[in-house]
Every structure is written in structure tokens, then in C-alpha cells.
């Protein structure tokens, strides 16, 4: 063996080494401190199937087109490059050996030879939107890391176009370790176009160049390799994974086993499980989260990056200490919440899932948010005073309003609704869920009144609970109350199972989530369906005729998704396809559909002020106004509330209306 492949193989060694003993840390941590576990189903199929999307085809990158494109192609070029440095390292500690040759080097080389260009031309890039542009995301953030990182690569492609033209030119041939001499010129065409425009030099000169550029790239690949694990790029190694072992429903919240359990939520880093570290450990810290959380697009603190980062230093070196010294767990594990995590940017969430949607790597921002808010709650006793006062009227009214629950059912009066409350052998084929908004909420009351007309219309058998329904819990478990949520969902198990629902419509988006998602954990599964669903089937089933033509043609309309349909239920269509049954003039906001501008009401901040920065609903009604809509509709109480009032306190309540789905379709009934 050569004493330049000897050196080689112990700089690879090491390298190696060092690699793998950063990440056998990282797993020691997932491993020994967690002291929960998740429940995840095996679901094989949809695994694969996510790593596949998310992971070699780069789906979710593409959410950011420009980022997106880029970074997808970084990533193929490495793919691609990993035969060549395979390759390259092999012949290095054994010279002759080649691990692809015929047909196969052939392709790799190719591949390799085109990408590499592609992958400088995107550091060049990757170089002008962080420090030329400045886009905003990126700004403050891991720029060392990148600039290395960048540099790294930079260096890696440069040094193997060095060493493609001495091959071309024949230079390197008959040199231990060197590859692909046997390729034909046309075989590696941009290392050709190079070759046959840059200057020839001497055999003597090339023999240095050679072994200049030779080491310069087996050492930045062991650079590389050493560093990956230390860095933000440490998603090289997790973010496969955290996408393959992906929660099978983001949207979900999971109750917590009073009778098992003794801590609450997640006061510390001991309090999440080896999932949730491994989001912590694929966070690329790009920033898509934050860019996109209404809190933070509207003056607020609330950083949803910043919070998977900053657990992921404190798990790090709380990790280190807690397995080089030992100790008393509960000293070395302190606290997360108000160090360095705040908690009004804990209280700043709308819960509204837009952070997880734009996610590349699949972290669930919201749940460790939420679990966070618990532990305040349930732990300690602390919440905001509006959630105090939400969480004591659901006690006592079971509602979030302090509104005698005997009066539930009275915005139905005349209107010939089967109440079960007063007649409890009725026979219908689906429940009509009202929600506590709808209910007590005078505005909303006509959304009900709405859907209860179109139900008629349609011959649709239904029935409500009234008075015997109840919160289903949402807002006090979005406000961390998981107590009191898991008291509220048990109560109304028991009514709908005692008055055998097996079918429910309901115009509140929070209920509509919690009913066909969350319900099932406490034993119950529903056929659930948001009464945009319903609607639009109603249509399609010839149930409904609606007038196709607006009276007023210069009515113009634009859809507000809620995100409680949108993001996490994925219902983008059903309620645009009603929409346009009427719509002559329709037009999209800015933000829509999967990146929509939550309105500001969910997590419980439908009865929370609104302290700091621009009010959410302000800037969505901006985004309303941008595009001269004129009535701006929606499928959800909590958006009617937010998006009324702020029509209103901004000035425009005399150019645009807001009205729900079902209200627009009962007035156009024929």
C-alpha cells in the first residue's frame, strides 16, 4: 500500500469515527432521557412513501419554488456524487481497484459531471439570496454555518473539475489513486468544455496540480463528513428519518393517561420523546416555520424555528452532561419555559399549523407548543386571565360564554329543528352539531339558521342535541386545560353515543377537527363531515339547486380558508367548488389554500387579546382588500367573528361583507 493511501485511510478512519461518535451521542440522548414514548403505527407503505415524496423528491421544498429548486438540486448532485467519491476514495487506499467501471461508470460520471456543475452554479445561488438579496428568513441565522458549509462545497466541485481536465489532458494517468481514465472526453462534457478552453500546462506542472487538488478534496470530503453532526447539516443524517418515522396525523393531539401519568405536558427536555428529538436534530433552521406563522408575520415575538432550536441547545448540553457527569436528573434538566423559551410566544400560537405545512423535514412545531402550554397550566397553575375566565365558564356552562346552557337551542326557535334534548326518540340520519359559537354568538346564529335551511331544502333527516350539547373541548385543550378537555370529550361520548350519532355535520371548523380526529381516541369513531363537505355533496347529488348567476355582477368574491379545515383536515376544494357555483368573479388572496393567513382565532386566541404587533385578522383583511374582494367568505365561526370585526375596526365596513359558505347557498336556493 502507498503511503498516500495509508494517510488517506486514517484521515478517513477519523473522520469516520468522529462522525459516528456525534451521532451515537445524539442517539444516547433519544434513548436515556425521554421519559415518554410515542405510539406509532407501523403503516409501512405511507413510510415509505413520505421518504420518497419529502426526502428524494423534495416535495415540500418546492412550497418555496426559488429555495425549493435549489436546494432539491444540491441534494440530487450529492446523490449523484456519491458513486464518484466512493469511487475516488477506494482507488485512493487501493490503487487499481474501482468499484463501478463498464456501463455503470459510464452513467455515473455523466450524472456527476453535470451536477457538478449545477451544484456550483447553485452555492453561487445559495451566496446571492443570503448575503446579496438578504432574504429575511435566513438573516441572524447560522451564517458561519453556511458560509463554511457553502465553501465546503464550493471546494469539493472546483477540485473535481481540476482533476477531470489533468485526466482529459492526460496528465494524470498512470497515477496511483486516480479515476475514470478510461471514460471517453465526451463522457464528462462540461470537464471537456473546460479542458478545451482552459490553458494546457506542462506534465511536470500537472503532476503538482494533481496531488495539490487530489488532497485538497479528500480533505474537505473528510472536513465535511467530521463536521455534518455538529452543525445545522446534522439534517443530512436525521431529517430521513424524522420523515420516515412521521406522526401519522400531525393534526392530532394526544390525550394524556390522568391515572398513569404524574408529569403533564413538557416542562423539560426529559418530557419529550425520541420522535420529538429527533425533529429537534433535522431542524435545518431555514426558517419556512417562522416566515409563515401569522404571529410572527404580524409584529410577534413568537419564533417557531427559534423554539425547536433553542430545546435542541438545551437538549445538547444538558444531554452532555447529564451522560459524561451523571447526577440527580432532576437537577441537571431544568426547566425550558421562560429559559429560554418565553411564554407569551407560547400564548402567541393560533395553533393554526402553518409552520408544520411548510416544514420540509415534518417537525410538529404545534404539539411541543401545546404540550408546553400544558405543563404551565396543569403544573403550575398559570395561564393568561382570558384563558382563566375561558376555562371556568366551560367548567360551569360548558361552554366557553357565561350563557345558561338551557338557552343553546333557542336561536333554533320556529325554525322546526328535531331537538333530542325534548325529543330524544326522534329518528334522523345525520346530527346537525351546532358549537358553542354558533350557539350563543348572535352573528353566527344566522350561519346556523343557514345550514338548517339548506338541510331542509335538501330532505336531509337531521336532528341537534341541544341543550345536551356540550364544548367538545378544543379550545381548553388548545389552552393546555387537558384536563378539563378530557372531562368535556368523555361527557359528550357518553350523549352521542346514548343518542346512537354515528353521522355529523357541523359549520365549526374546531369542532369539525375534533369530532372526526380526536374523538376516536376516547372511543368513538364518527363519519364527520364540515358542512362545506356536505354542501358541495348536496350539489353534486342534483339535492340543491343554486342560482348560477350573481344578481349583482360586480359583487366580488375571494375564499378564506380556516385552518382548521384547510391545513389540517386538507379541505381546499369542496368549499371553493360551492363558492363557484354563484361566483362570477372570483379571485385568490395572496395567501391561500395550504399557505392561507390563519384568522387569528385558534389556540384558544378567539378570547384572548391581542396585545402585540398588527392584529392577525387585520392583515388577513388587508390581504381581502388587496385584491378588491368585496365580500370575503368563510366556513368557520371563529373567522366570521375575527374577519367581521376586523371589517369594521378597519374601516371598511361600508366596500366588503363577510358571510359564510352556507349563508351564501341559502340565499340562492331555488
Request: proline share 3%; glycine share 6%.
Amino acid at each position: 500500500m502507498y503511503v498516500f493511501s495509508i494517510i488517506v485511510l486514517i484521515g478517513l478512519l477519523a473522520a469516520a469515527g468522529l462522525f459516528l461518535f456525534t451521532i451515537v451521542k445524539l442517539l444516547w440522548n433519544a434513548v436515556k432521557i425521554p421519559e415518554k414514548k410515542p405510539g406509532l403505527k407501523l403503516q409501512l407503505g405511507r413510510r415509505i412513501y413520505l421518504v420518497i415524496r419529502n426526502v428524494f423528491l423534495q416535495a415540500k421544498l418546492f412550497k418555496d419554488l426559488g429555495g425549493g429548486i435549489m436546494h432539491a438540486l444540491m441534494f440530487w448532485g450529492f446523490i449523484a456524487f456519491a458513486a464518484y467519491s466512493s469511487d475516488f476514495l477506494l482507488s485512493a487506499i487501493f490503487p487499481g481497484f474501482h468499484l463501478i467501471s463498464g456501463t455503470l461508470e459510464r452513467v455515473a460520471f455523466f450524472t456527476v459531471d453535470i451536477f457538478a456543475m449545477v451544484v456550483l452554479l447553485d452555492v453561487i445561488h445559495a451566496v446571492i439570496r443570503r448575503w446579496g438579496i438578504k432574504i429575511k428568513r435566513y438573516q441572524g441565522y447560522n451564517g458561519f454555518e453556511a458560509w463554511f458549509i457553502l465553501s465546503l462545497i464550493a471546494i469539493l466541485m472546483t477540485t473535481y473539475f481540476i482533476l477531470a481536465v489533468l485526466r482529459l489532458d492526460h496528465i494524470s494517468q498512470n497515477i496511483p489513486g486516480s479515476i475514470g481514465e478510461s471514460l471517453v472526453p465526451m463522457n464528462t462534457p462540461i470537464s471537456y468544455a473546460l479542458a478545451s478552453v482552459l490553458p494546457k500546462i506542462s506534465v511536470s506542472a500537472g503532476y503538482y496540480v494533481y496531488w495539490t487538488a487530489f488532497w485538497i478534496h479528500a480533505l474537505d470530503f473528510m472536513i465535511f463528513l467530521a463536521y455534518i453532526p455538529t452543525s445545522k447539516h446534522l439534517h443530512l443524517f436525521a431529517a430521513p428519518f424524522n420523515v420516515l418515522f412521521a406522526k401519522e396525523d400531525q393534526a392530532i393531539l394526544k390525550p394524556i393517561d390522568f391515572e398513569k401519568e404524574t408529569r403533564f405536558g413538557a416542562t423539560d427536555v426529559r418530557d419529550f420523546n425520541w420522535k420529538d428529538y429527533f425533529d429537534f436534530y433535522a431542524c435545518t433552521e431555514c426558517g419556512r416555520c417562522t416566515a409563515n406563522c401569522p404571529a410572527n408575520l404580524t409584529g410577534k415575538t413568537l419564533s417557531p424555528r427559534d423554539i425547536i432550536w433553542d430545546i435542541r441547545e438545551t437538549l445538547m448540553a444538558q444531554g452532555n452532561e447529564y451522560r459524561t457527569k451523571g447526577g440527580d436528573r432532576d437537577q441537571i434538566f431544568k426547566t425550558v419555559i421562560g429559559d429560554p423559551i418565553k411564554e407569551e410566544d407560547l400564548w402567541s400560537c393560533t395553533t393554526c399549523m402553518a409552520c408544520v405545512e411548510q416544514c420540509p423535514v415534518m417537525i410538529d412545531h404545534v404539539s411541543k407548543i401545546v404540550d408546553m402550554r400544558r405543563s404551565l397550566v396543569l403544573n403550575q397553575g398559570k395561564a393568561p386571565r382570558e384563558v382563566i375566565d375561558l376555562t371556568r365558564n366551560i367548567e360551569q356552562y360548558g361552554s366557553p360564554y357565561a350563557i345558561d346552557p338551557s338557552t343553546r337551542a333557542d336561536w333554533a326557535e320556529g325554525l322546526d329543528v328535531v331537538d333530542l334534548t325534548k325529543t330524544p326518540d326522534a329518528q334522523y340520519d345525520v346530527l346537525y352539531w351546532v358549537g358553542c359559537v354558533a350557539s350563543f354568538d348572535k352573528r353566527n346564529q344566522e350561519v346556523a339558521k343557514s345550514i338548517v335551511k339548506i338541510l331542509k331544502k335538501a330532505d336531509v333527516k337531521f336532528a341537534i342535541l341541544g341543550s345536551k350539547e356540550k364544548c367538545t373541548g378544543d379550545p381548553a385543550r388548545r389552552t393546555g386545560n387537558e384536563y378539563l378537555a378530557d372531562m368535556m370529550i368523555k361527557e359528550n361520548v357518553e350523549t352521542l353515543k346514548a343518542n346512537r350519532v354515528q353521522k355529523v355535520i357541523t359549520g365549526c371548523a374546531h369542532c369539525f377537527n375534533s369530532l372526526k380526529n380526536e374523538y376516536k381516541d376516547f372511543g368513538i369513531e364518527l363519519e364527520v363531515h364540515h358542512h362545506t363537505e356536505y354542501i358541495n355533496k348536496l350539489i353534486s347529488d342534483k339535492k340543491l339547486n343554486v342560482k348560477s348567476i350573481d344578481s349583482d355582477t360586480l359583487e366580488k368574491y375571494t375564499y378564506h380558508d380556516p385552518c382548521y379545515v384547510g391545513r389540517y383536515n386538507k379541505t381546499y376544494e369542496e368549499p371553493r367548488d360551492v363558492v363557484k357555483t354563484f361566483a362570477l368573479n372570483y379571485e385568490e388572496m395572496e395567501m391561500n389554500k395550504s399557505k392561507a393567513l390563519c384568522c387569528g382565532a385558534g389556540g384558544g386566541r378567539l378570547w384572548m387579546e391581542e396585545k402585540e404587533g398588527t392584529m392577525i385578522s387585520h392583515k388577513r383583511i388587508e390581504q381581502a382588500d388587496n385584491v378588491g374582494a368585496s365580500t370575503v367568505v368563510t366556513a368557520c365561526p371563529y373567522c366570521m367573528t375575527m374577519l367581521d370585526d376586523a371589517r369594521k375596526t378597519t374601516g371598511r365596513e361600508e366596500k366588503m361583507k363577510i358571510q359564510d359558505v352556507s349563508e351564501l347557498i341559502a340565499s340562492r336556493i331555488e
